[in-house]
Each structure stands twice: as C-alpha cells, then as structure tokens.
C-alpha cells in the first residue's frame, strides 16, 4: 500500500468541532451559508497554523530575542494579511460555496492514531520530504556543511506547498469572481515575501544546535498517511 507525505499539525479541540459541525451541516441541507462560521474556523485556523510553522518551532529551538522578534513580525505581518482575505471572501460567499468550502475542508485533515485527535496537512512532493529527513540525519549526526542552504530550500519549498493547497486551492474550488481574487493575491504575495523573509534571514544565523533542533521539529511535521 503506498502512502503519502504531509506536513501536518494537530488540529485544536475547538478548530475540529467548529470545522465538523460545518461540514456536517453543510453535507446534510444546511439552507443558507454561514459567513461567521467559515470566519472563525479560517481565523482559528491561521493562528494554529502560525503557531505550528512560526512561533513553537521559533522557541523550540531556542532562538534570540532578535530572530524571535523577526518570526513574530512575519507572523504578524501573515495574519494581518489573511484575515483581510477571510473577512472579505466569508461575508461573499453564497450556500453553493460553502458547501465547496466544507468539501476543502474535509480535503484538508485526517484523523490521528485511534481517532485521538486530527491532523491539518497538505501533501509534499517526495522530493521536498526527502530532503527534510535528510536534512535532520545530517545535522543530528553533525554534519552541517551546506546544511543551512539546503534548510532554506525546504522551508521556502513547504512555504510554496502551503500557500498552493491553503490559498490557491481554495479559491479555485470557490470560483471567486475578479475583485475577491486580486485581494486573495495580494494576501498570498504577501505571505510569501514575509515567509521567505523571515526563513533568509534566520536560517543562514542559526548555530549548529538552533539548525539541529529546527531541522528535527520541522520533520516531526512530516506525516505518512
């Protein structure tokens, strides 16, 4: 049986009831959308993926206060750029989208061991995973030459993973008309500059145990499945 790599995190308790009752409502004659259901499960989502990308791996390997302070502006900088496009495209969208955006939703998770919790993820090319692992067996076994190079290349490669399968994929699942696509545009132009900014000024600074320890986070994100 073949299996897939994605890089995932554990969905919340609140983010998995709020995204279940929404699909489940929507698959079985919901009658009107629900703008500020999609919202708060969109908004709820982007904290925890901030939090699962930016900021736990950020004090997971042990970062100063200037790069801390780097990781938080990128975060910031992300957030405040997909809440304008969520605020904007909730309010837009009609039943026939909402039922489209609970079909993504469910596109998008999968449960954990046992049903114990769920997981959010999106698929990475065998390549990319590959290179994560073998980029936490170099560093774990004190290899480091061209190791910060190759990190960077990863995290810019997942970066351009998550924007296609959380940005691009969703608007056009949702057939969003000319005005809502520029604006989501904007949110994903923006999100990749602050992305890639924050991962080309950190990475290259890491010590060998910061790019150690970033490199094994970042590959206990990687999930078969």
Known sequence: MTSTTY??????????????????????????PEPRVVEDIMSTFIDEALDAFFLTPASYSGLGTTQQRLVRLA???????????????A????????????????????????HAFWYVAFPIEPGLAER??????????????????????????????ALHWYFNKPIELLGFGPILR??????????????????????????????TQSALYYLDLQIRH
């Open 7 to 32: 890089v995932a995190f554990r969905s919340s308790t609140r983010l998995h009831q709020l995204t279940d009752g929404f699909i489940e409502r929507m698959h079985h004659g919901a009658r009107e």
């Open 75 to 89: 975060a910031d900088t992300i957030s405040r750029a997909t809440r304008l496009v969520i605020g904007r495209s």
């Open 91 to 114: 309010r837009k969208m009609d039943l026939a989208q909402n039922r489209a955006a609970a079909d993504y939703m469910e596109s998008i998770r999968f449960p954990g061991p046992q």
């Open 132 to 161: 994560g692992r073998r980029l936490a067996e170099r560093t774990e076994g004190g290899h480091f030459e061209g190791a910060r190079e190759d990190m960077v290349h990863y995290l810019r490669g997942v970066t351009d993973q």
């Open 182 to 211: 520029k604006v989501a545009s904007v949110g994903v132009d923006t999100t990749r500059k602050a992305s890639y900014g924050v991962i080309n000024k950190v990475i290259p600074n890491l010590s060998d145990e910061q790019l």
